[in-house]
């Protein structure tokens, strides 16, 4: 980022013009991002608000060497919007609450006495910055003008130096009039690009002589779009941009969450942005549910909800689900992810407490007091030995940690409010759940987790109860292991949870049909492993099996693919993924790994388990290695990345006419917003 100099913003206005000095004191970083602040143009305009949608203004300040911050101002449009504010104004100065001035290089236990830090972090400013830096808030500020608003920081110093710098944001209007959607269901398949949705449209349906035999539910959705996936910082994005964006309107950098990146170490401090489910439900009273069939506390889960710029900080992720439920609107969580919820009174992941407990003050927080009063937010607390299951069960939730728990929290009526928590960390694929309910439970036994529900009971039941607030909801339901096998490249695993996903689609189509004041969107965070179909095997499910070594040689391309035939058992899913001539899987963004064509009798490992099953090969480049050829790829690591393509999104229901072309994924925020707040005409 280019830095705006006192001198350079200067030359417009003084005399001065000539006497650039040397002198170093800037605005090192301006928040919201602007290109007006980063390059000096005003377009193409990066953050953007719906009308009275919050947000956190930010900069972080560089005096001369020798010189100090002793006050700043924001200004939007020329207005004076707080201060000047004096450092040290003293806890009483009401002006001061909202606003923050960080300058402390000091010890945490420091910046945690004085009520302004985050966590075990502190609110030390990241290395390599000069030691008199100081970052300065205006938290939760809100325009409702539409239009195009320029907003200044100005930065007093010791010396009487002013030290400034300009960007600029929009406020997206809305068209007034029409109906607008009471309940909005966003439903994500991580990491499923055009290529994951036709595997399972070739598995599920099938072809006769080149024409599908069948759609998925997904496929019969009557408007589609391309969506641009990038985040703040990169054409490739994980999830945590990949979800957030979608939800907020702005861009997040990756692994971060609801936030803006900003100049301290401390993870839950960063200037917010707010969410469509905060936003909706300080303006209509709408409800939040978030199903997933990962841990709970998983990027794009938390990023519905949850403020922070470290996505793996599980631990304050899950309290805030809960305590700040009164901004969100949560009444729904079901997923996996028990090990954040459950009392570590030693506060030790190491060695591993035997109810398996992974909370830790490392990853919780304390938020500073100007992140508290700018938006109410519950301060937060290092609390290792929260029992936060209890917690929510005190907040009103009922709690079911098994299938024939969930259904058994419905036998007495639909209850208010739910948690589910069906394993310690991510759920069981659907190919290992779908193999226990046929008899083969060796899988999920070895997780400890045998009696998990599939994607569409929890996205019925999330229906059923966010459907009692008269006001409506905003569910996101997630299909998480479409990316994570994918990354895995465990190709009937993916393809096994795309087919899992489609029936939870049919699902919220069908309440859709019923409760026509919805909305529906089928998406994706990104695309996840470059997956391609690159053909059929030439050979049958029993060659495979005996010349696990054939690697390239059985892959038959163009015609010698032919329409590979999986036949379906009455539950929904393949009889087998090992049919004669199956399909067969490329990936465009893979890390070595060793091929036989078919599934392992044991996912691979997963790393987010407590308790990782012993018969879990470690990783793709060792899996099968004395039983499938080397295909060799050109990402490092072991396992395959997601891929900065676009991805398809398809809608349905009142407003799903907004989603045709190629748009941004913060346009579908606002699009949204068009629907539920100012109508469809
Ligand atoms: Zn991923």
């Given amino acids: 980022m280019r830095r705006m100099t006192i001198s350079r913003l200067a030359l417009g206005t003084a005399l001065g013009l000539l006497a650039v000095s040397a002198h170093a004191a800037s605005v090192s970083r301006l928040t919201p991002p602007s290109e007006l602040f980063a390059s000096g143009t005003a377009d193409p305009i990066i953050s953007r608000f719906l009308p009275g949608q919050r947000f956190d203004l930010q900069a972080t300040v560089r005096p001369d060497e020798g010189d100090?911050?002793?006050?700043?101002?924001?200004?939007?449009?020329?207005?004076?919007?707080?201060?000047?504010?004096?450092?040290?104004?003293?806890?009483?100065?009401?002006?001061?609450?909202?606003?923050?001035?960080?300058?402390?290089?000091?010890?945490?236990?420091?910046?945690?006495?004085?009520?302004?830090?985050t966590g075990a972090s502190g609110c030390v400013l990241a290395a390599g910055l000069p030691s008199n830096t100081t970052v300065v808030s205006f938290r939760g500020y809100s325009n409702y003008s539409?239009?195009?608003?320029?907003?200044?920081?100005?930065?007093?110093?010791?010396?009487g130096r002013t030290i400034s710098a300009n960007g600029n944001f929009e406020v997206v209007g809305l068209a007034n009039g029409g109906r607008t959607a009471k309940n909005i269901i966003i439903l994500v398949g991580d990491g499923m690009g055009a290529s994951h949705r036709t595997a399972a449209r070739i598995m599920a349906k099938g072809y006769a002589q080149g024409k599908a035999r069948g759609k998925l539910a997904m496929d019969t959705f009557p408007y589609s779009g391309q969506v641009m996936t990038a985040s703040l910082n990169s054409i490739v994005t994980d999830s945590a941009p990949g979800m957030a964006n979608y939800v907020s309107g702005n861009k997040a950098n990756n692994n971060e969450e609801g936030v803006w990146p900003d100049d301290t170490l401390a993870a839950f401090d960063n200037p917010r942005m707010e969410y469509l489910a905060e936003y909706l439900h300080m303006l209509q009273g709408k409800s939040l549910g978030i199903v997933t069939t990962a841990d709970v506390f998983d990027a794009t889960p938390a990023a519905n909800a949850v403020h922070t710029s470290a996505r793996g900080n599980g631990t304050g992720i899950v309290d805030q689900f809960l305590d700040d439920r009164s901004k969100t609107g949560l009444s729904v969580l079901l997923g996996g992810g028990r090990k954040w919820f459950l009392p570590n009174p030693g506060g030790n992941t190491s060695p591993q407490p035997v109810n398996g407990s992974q909370r830790s003050a490392r990853n919780d927080?304390?938020?500073?007091?100007d992140v508290v009063n700018g938006w109410g937010a519950a301060p937060g607390k290092l609390d290792p030995e929260r029992d936060l299951i209890g917690d929510f069960v005190s907040a009103g939730f009922a709690y079911a940690p098994d299938n024939t728990a969930l259904n058994a929290a419905f036998a007495r009526g639909t209850p208010d409010k739910l948690l589910g928590l069906f394993a310690y960390s991510n759920m069981n694929v659907s190919y290992d759940k779908i193999a226990a309910r046929r008899g083969n439970s060796e899988v999920v036994d070895a997780f400890g987790f045998p009696d998990q529900p599939m994607l569409d009971d929890m996205t019925d039941k999330a229906l059923k109860v966010l459907s009692?607030?008269?006001?409506?909801?905003?569910a996101m339901i997630e299909a998480a292991s479409i990316d994570k096998q994918a990354h895995l490249m465990d190709t009937d695993r993916w393809i096994h949870d795309v087919i899992e996903f489609d029936r939870a689609i049919a699902v919220a189509k069908r309440f859709a049909e019923q409760n026509p004041d919805t909305v529906v969107i089928v998406t994706a965070d990104h695309e996840c492993s470059?997956?391609?179909?690159?053909?059929?095997?030439?050979?049958?499910?029993?060659?495979?099996?005996a010349d696990k070594l054939a690697g390239k040689s059985v892959v038959g391309i163009y015609e010698a693919a032919r329409f590979p035939r999986y036949t379906m058992n009455a539950d929904g899913y393949p009889v087998t993924t090992n049919i004669d001539n199956k399909m067969l899987i490329g990936y465009g963004?893979?890390?070595?790994?060793?091929?036989?064509?078919?599934?392992?009798?044991?996912?691979?490992?997963?790393?987010?388990?407590?308790?990782?099953?012993?018969?879990?090969?470690?990783?793709?480049?060792?899996?099968n290695k004395d039983e499938g050829a080397l295909i060799t790829g050109q990402v490092a690591g072991d396992q395959a990345a997601h891929t900065g393509s676009d991805i398809p999104l398809s809608a349905f229901g009142l407003g799903a006419g907004y989603f045709t072309g190629t748009f941004d994924n913060t346009d579908v925020f606002f699009k949204l917003g068009q629907i539920a707040v100012g109508g469809v005409q």
Avoid at 146 to 159: D, L
Avoid at 468 to 474: D, E, I, T
Avoid at 530 to 545: C, E, K, N, R, Y
């Fill in 530 to 545: 470059g997956a391609a179909i690159i053909g059929a095997a030439t050979v049958s499910a029993a060659q495979l099996a």
């Fill in 589 to 623: 963004a893979n890390a070595d790994r060793y091929e036989n064509w078919l599934p392992n009798r044991f996912p691979t490992r997963d790393t987010q388990q407590p308790f990782p099953p012993a018969q879990s090969p470690v990783n793709p480049n060792v899996r």
């Fill in 146 to 159: 539409a239009g195009v608003h320029e907003f200044k920081v100005n930065a007093r110093t010791a010396n």
């Fill in 68 to 117: 100090r911050v002793v006050a700043f101002e924001f200004f939007v449009d020329g207005a004076w919007i707080n201060g000047p504010l004096p450092l040290g104004g003293g806890a009483n100065d009401s002006r001061l609450a909202r606003n923050s001035l960080v300058t402390e290089t000091g010890a945490a236990d420091t910046c945690l006495r004085d009520g302004k830090t």
């Fill in 468 to 474: 009692r607030n008269p006001q409506g909801f905003v």
């Fill in 365 to 369: 927080y304390v938020l500073p007091a």
